[in-house]
């Protein structure tokens, strides 16, 4: 069974270098972030673009200082998730901007599980507004998770290779699933097969 990782990219604006650098260490320890160190809210939107970031970490105090509003930056790169790393009270308006609030108190599993399950939840496919798979896709589909190879599939179902190939091709960009085991679950769920 194929368990693939995203590798997420996250940016961390905090200007103490303690809570930075710890943060940064409980992240890596993780293992599937890549990390940015962003010096000043106002460097964020570049880094944004740039790296294409899946997630901001920022001390909500920045905002406050010198940004008042991070709205029209959300809303020109709506795929960035946007989470407070909260030390001290902030008004609620201000924390209703985040999409996820990470308290200095929490412990290191609780801050990697809400980050993980909330970029997780964010990044899945959307398959219930995704094009319908074909009949033959169907056909394909069931014998991928029979385990057949694409030979097999080819031969079972009296087309090329080729064809195959490309029904796999379509499968995954319609479902956004690529491993075989994803796609078994997506076919279970579905009414595909049955157990």
């Not at 693939?4 to 993780?30: D, F």
């Not at 930056?73 to 407070?84: E, F, M, T």
């Not at 507004?129 to 589909?141: F, G, I, K, N, Q």
């Not at 991928?144 to 195959?164: R, Y």
Request: aromatic letters at 6%; glycine letters at 6%; a negative charge.
């Amino acid at each position: 069974m194929s368990t693939e990782k995203n590798t997420y990219r996250i940016g961390i604006v905090e200007p103490s270098a303690i809570v930075n650098e710890g943060l940064g260490i409980l992240l890596l320890k993780a293992g599937d972030f890549d990390l940015y160190h962003i010096d000043d809210i106002a460097d964020a939107e570049e880094y944004i673009a740039d790296y294409k970031l899946n997630l901001l970490i920022v001390n909500p105090m920045l905002i406050v200082q010198q940004y008042r509003d991070c709205q029209h930056v959300k809303r020109k790169y709506p795929g960035v998730l946007w989470a407070a790393l909260v030390y001290s009270y902030f008004d609620n308006n201000l924390l209703e901007q985040f999409d996820l609030r990470i308290n200095i108190t929490d412990t290191p599993e609780k801050i990697i599980g809400s980050i993980t399950e909330k970029l997780d939840k964010e990044n899945q496919p959307d398959t219930g507004h995704s094009e319908p798979l074909t009949d033959r896709e169907l056909d394909v589909l069931r014998l991928m998770v029979q385990g057949l190879l694409n030979k097999e599939i080819a031969d079972k179902l009296n087309i090329s290779i080729h064809t195959v190939i490309s029904h796999r091709k379509n499968i995954t960009q319609k479902t956004g699933i690529k491993t075989l085991a994803g796609l078994t679950i997506y076919a279970l769920s579905n009414k595909i097969i049955e157990l």
